[in-house]
């Protein structure tokens, strides 16, 4: 048994929690979809209602640059007045109760939601920059719909400030002029991950959100990413130091990581009307949980609590930075969303309490995503922490066009192996399709559906893109997961598979 002191301030009778155990869900393996181009549209999705928007169909059949087929042009072109009304009819209607209830009826525990930054207002530049207002109740209308069904949410960065991959729909802005590996960028996607942390612990809403995802798909090039692995380590530390504002303890974490070696919290250094120092005993008996986590400890302590500012001044580098730019952002996010500003006072005596007591786990792309030297994704996970991998067949580079080569590959797929082997681990197929670069047959697909299943299924899990496609898209036969479930592709149980065998003939 071993015993880890940590100094810092609290109010007076400060419960700290550090989580509920298990693996961070209450669920063995993750089944889920994505909830594709609601919060962030992809206009290849659903072409006909974006052209009813008022969008463009340049993509059809050129770059999707040349015109208003991306979110950014599609508000310059209307107007944010306008933009702000289509985008909300588009919110209302693209996922919708009837949504919920067949994730729910089809077995499905887990939702990816993409987001764009913009769903925090006051990070967006309406200068140079523009988004539709309004997303944000509309994200909280649907997380609250799925608690309400018992489905979990991970929370994906999917559209970073400034764009994060070039000519790309996803990144919310169709462009070539990539900005987001800049210092200025990375911190505003650090201000939403800090004030996406405070959100999911306190609006009761946001409950049954596990973790935040860094980034969707960062480049593959690392000599175009500079800063990129500082920025997942920033990003670690900024929802650990949210946490711990919140009472929230993670086992295994090193807090003092977070302050400032040369001015410690101690009774000498907070303010005459600042509380005394509080010291925190977390003890570790060798039973520590799947997620990081340990039981709940308490502290007290008889002074008025210290301030925000207070303790961001403790903090080093660029988290302590993030942390004092909060409080205004978190009045006009706490407004918009009907909820108590918890950073109203800057005084840590409102920011206790909450309805998610449970670490978030910080999820990053894998270490096979992006070759960078000298850093794995892993090196950034400060307390509990997940992995996303994303594998698309039809985009060619991965197997021959042909049924044959596609289930030899996927059958000997070596991925969560290396993931595991590279400590990224627990890590979830967050990405996958049964789209196919050739002709396939119905048959086909249905082999197709149960082999990556059965692979994916060796790891923590798996998020299938998408939950729905437009009616009548000749993308929704391979993209859309109901489509294929009333087709049979899938089967009712998402951990069942037509054919348990499917892969026998094709392991090498």
Request: proline share 5%; charged share 15%.
């Amino acid at each position: 048994m071993w015993t880890s002191t940590i100094l810092f301030a609290l109010a007076a009778t400060v419960q700290v929690f550090a989580g509920d155990g298990g693996n961070g869900l209450p669920v063995d393996k993750v089944y889920g979809v994505n909830l594709g181009s609601w919060l962030v549209l992809e206009p290849w999705m659903l072409p006909n209602e974006w052209a009813r928007m008022g969008g463009d169909l340049c993509f059809l059949n050129g770059s999707c640059a040349d015109c208003a087929a991306s979110e950014f042009d599609l508000v310059k072109k209307l107007g944010q007045e306008k933009a702000d009304e289509v985008f909300q009819t588009h919110w209302e209607t693209w996922f919708t109760q009837d949504d919920v209830q067949a994730i729910a009826d089809a077995g499905l525990n887990t939702v990816r939601i993409p987001l764009g930054y913009w769903i925090i207002e006051a990070l967006v530049d309406r200068q140079t920059e523009f988004y539709a207002r309004g997303g944000l109740k509309q994200l909280k209308r649907g997380l609250q719909q799925l608690k309400d069904a018992g489905v979990h949410v991970l929370l994906d960065f999917h559209a970073m400030p400034g764009v994060s991959s070039s000519l790309q729909m996803f990144a919310g802005h169709c462009t070539t002029d990539v900005q987001f590996y800049t210092p200025p960028n990375y911190f505003r996607a650090l201000q939403w991950a800090a004030v996406t942390a405070f959100m999911a612990h306190v609006d009761p809403a946001f409950s049954t959100v596990f973790g935040i995802e860094a980034v969707n798909e960062p480049l593959t090039n690392p000599s175009m990413t500079p800063g990129y692995g500082d920025y997942l380590t920033d990003f670690a530390l900024v929802i650990r130091a949210v946490e711990l504002t919140l009472g929230i303890i993670c086992d295994g974490v090193d807090y003092t990581s977070l302050f400032k070696l040369n001015t410690p919290l101690t009774n000498g250094n907070i303010s005459a009307n600042a509380a005394a120092s509080v010291q925190v005993n977390a003890t570790h008996s060798g039973n520590t949980t799947a997620n990081g986590n340990s039981q709940a400890k308490r502290a007290s302590s008889s002074g008025a609590p210290p301030t925000v500012p207070f303790l961001a001044s403790q903090m080093g580098g660029r988290v302590g930075q993030v942390m004092e730019s909060l409080i205004p952002i978190m009045q006009s996010v706490a407004s918009e969303l009907g909820v108590g500003n918890p950073l109203g006072s800057g005084s840590l005596q409102n920011l206790l309490g909450g309805v998610n007591r449970q670490c978030l786990r910080t999820t990053f792309m894998d270490v096979l995503w992006q070759n960078v030297q000298g850093f794995n994704p892993a090196d950034a996970a400060v307390g509990p922490a997940a992995f996303d991998d994303h594998l698309y067949y039809s985009f060619g580079g991965v197997a021959d066009p042909n049924p044959t080569a596609y289930l030899t590959s996927i059958c000997n797929l070596p991925r969560v192996k290396n993931d595991t082997d590279l400590g990224n681990v627990p890590m979830v197929f967050g990405e996958w399709g049964i789209t196919t670069n050739f002709n396939a047959t119905d048959a086909f697909l249905t082999q197709w559906a149960d082999a990556q299943k059965l692979t994916y299924s060796q790891s923590w899990g798996w998020i299938f893109w998408s939950f729905k496609i437009e009616q009548g898209s000749s993308n929704q036969r391979e993209w859309d997961y109901f489509t294929g479930l009333e087709q049979g592709h899938f089967t009712q149980d998402p951990a069942a598979l037509h054919d348990p065998h499917v892969c026998d003939s094709f392991r090498e």
